[in-house]
């Protein structure tokens, strides 16, 4: 018989004290083979966007940096100016990836499961399609490079649409 660890009860989640929600049970045996969405509460309010989106960047950057540290160490030596162009390119890159490929997959991304929100369904019960998912990278690009001014509109109108949520179809919500 094994002991558990110190602090393991044994009958609760040992995953409890993380701050990622439950993902919401899908309907697999559903006759068109669509999966049910989440139920929402509303629309995602600025600042929980505000987190997603600073989770979403403090990822890709994360990974940028141990790709770009991990480099250095093999080369054992440091960037000549000429590779921070390179290196712009490649976080590009990255943060294309991280942010497309999980709302391809799970209609989130990482940071948007931390602040708890999600792409509304568009009530056929279907993820967001490579090409929404990518218009919405491009308007979060878009408010990033506009240093946030585009959500001034929204700021008025809770209920407004976000340049993403525009380009992309899909509004921003809370997980219910």
Do not use: C, K, N, Q
């Not at 929100?117 to 218009?135: I, V």
């Amino acid at each position: 018989m094994s002991v558990p660890p110190a602090g393991f009860e044994g009958d609760g989640d040992r995953f409890a004290d993380l701050p990622l929600h439950p993902e919401p049970p899908h309907d697999l045996g559903a006759a068109s083979g669509a999966v049910t969405s989440p139920v929402s509460s509303g629309t995602a309010s600025i600042s929980d966007r505000a987190i997603g989106a600073a989770a979403d960047a403090a990822t890709a950057v994360l990974l940028v940096l141990v790709a770009l540290l991990g480099a250095f160490a093999a080369l054992g030596r440091t960037p000549r100016f000429e590779g921070l162009g390179w290196a712009a390119a490649f976080a590009l890159l990255v943060f294309f990836f991280a942010t497309v490929v999980p709302l391809v997959l799970f209609g989130r991304t990482v940071g948007m499961s931390l602040a708890g929100t999600a792409a509304r369904d568009d009530g056929a019960g279907r993820l967001l399609t490579p090409s929404e998912a990518a218009r919405r990278w491009v308007g979060t690009l878009l408010t990033f490079a506009g240093l946030g001014l585009p959500l001034f509109w929204t700021a008025r109108d809770p209920g407004a649409p976000t340049l993403a949520d525009r380009l992309s179809g899909r509004t921003l919500v809370r997980d219910g």
